[in-house]
């Protein structure tokens, strides 16, 4: 059952590094790079980012699916069943997911 980070947009107070992948969702793969942790899945519509740092995520991770902006998910429910999809058993622990935007910690 491999071990997976998600990480999304909200507040970090706290990680670990005790797992076999890392996922980031949208803005949150520039928190992996700036905290020196690999990219294996970047997963969203990446609206929040820049053509340049999108540019770098894709350099840096892995894998990288990227969304269509108009879509009946969050960034963040399409990252899990992506997840799900391919690990699963997999064991998910999401960091990151409250504060920043009351919709999408609402829907976290």
Not at 51 to 78: F, G, H, N, V, Y
Not at 80 to 95: M, R
């Amino acid at each position: 059952m491999p071990k997976i980070a998600l990480f999304v947009g909200g507040e970090l107070e706290w990680f670990t590094t005790d797992f076999d992948y890392f996922v980031g969702v949208d803005r949150a793969c520039l928190r992996l790079l700036e905290l020196g942790l690999p990219i294996d899945l970047a997963v969203g519509d990446f609206d929040s980012v820049s053509r340049s740092e999108l540019e770098m995520i894709q350099s840096a991770a892995k894998d990288c699916m990227i969304a269509p902006a108009e879509k009946d998910d969050t960034d963040t429910e399409l990252a899990l069943k992506i997840i799900f999809q391919l690990y699963p058993e997999a064991e998910v622990t999401i960091f990151g997911a409250f504060g920043g935007r009351i919709d999408h910690m609402l829907s976290n």
